[in-house]
């Protein structure tokens, strides 16, 4: 599976952005997307999943209400529409996909995850 991220860009912070994951590969092979970023100096950080199947979503305390995960079957792609933006959320996001379907418990791991796309970057001013 290859995957490819594309959307991010420089946005004022309480503004909006949607980013794009295409897929390559059979669907067998992705049971699982999920969105990471990871900011200057930290760790990376789970922030959205989707079952490929049923569309089942997760998402991270500290986007919920502002982040909506989706996925298009026929595009093969999956997307994070972030809204109210803020400059914490600025960071490197990469899109990842597991072989397997998770357990709720393990789709924050990036651990689970086969593989990963190239990132893109956001950054949210102030």
């Known amino acids: 599976v290859q995957l490819q991220a594309s959307g991010g860009g420089l946005v004022h912070s309480g503004g909006s952005l949607r980013l794009s994951c295409v897929a390559s590969g059979g669907t067998l092979s992705r049971q699982m997307m999920g969105w990471f970023r990871q900011a200057p100096g930290k760790e990376r950080e789970f922030v959205a999943g989707?079952?490929?199947?049923?569309?089942?979503?997760y998402y991270a305390d500290s986007v919920k209400g502002r982040f909506t995960i989706s996925r298009d079957n026929a595009k093969i792609t999956v997307y994070l529409q972030m809204n109210s933006l803020k400059p914490e959320d600025t960071a490197v996001y990469y899109c990842a996909a597991a072989r397997t379907p998770l357990y709720s418990t393990h789709v924050a791991s990036g651990d689970e995850y086969n593989y990963w796309g190239q990132g893109t970057q956001v950054t949210v001013s102030s």
């Open positions: 989707i079952t490929w199947s049923l569309g089942h979503t």
